[in-house]
C-alpha cells in the first residue's frame, strides 16, 4: 500500500456516512450547517455508527437493530466558539 489518499476509501467512508449511518448535508443549507439523519438499515448488518467533524462541531448517528426493533441514536456537539 502507498497511499491511504485514494478515491475508493473516500466512496466506502461515503457509502457508511451517507447511506448506512445516514448522515449528509441539508440541501436546503448546504456545508454541513443543518444535518438531516436518515439511516438505511439493510443487508446483513445488525448496527452502523458514524462520527462526523463538520466546522460546526461533531455529528453523530447510530443505529442498532434487535429483536425486531429499530433504535437510532443521533447527537451534536454544537460549536460554541467566536
Do not use: K
Not at 36 to 44: C, E, N, S, T, Y
Not at 52 to 70: D, H, I, K, P
Amino acid at each position: 500500500m502507498n497511499s491511504f489518499n485514494h478515491f475508493a476509501y473516500g466512496a466506502v467512508g461515503e457509502w457508511r456516512d451517507r447511506g448506512v449511518a445516514g448522515l449528509s448535508p441539508d440541501p436546503a443549507d448546504p456545508g454541513y450547517h443543518h444535518v438531516v439523519i436518515q439511516p438505511r438499515p439493510g443487508g446483513g448488518l445488525t448496527s452502523a455508527r458514524a462520527t462526523l467533524a463538520t466546522v460546526y462541531g461533531e455529528v453523530t448517528s447510530g443505529w442498532e437493530r434487535a429483536g425486531g426493533t429499530l433504535r437510532l441514536t443521533a447527537g451534536s456537539a454544537t460549536f460554541s466558539g467566536t
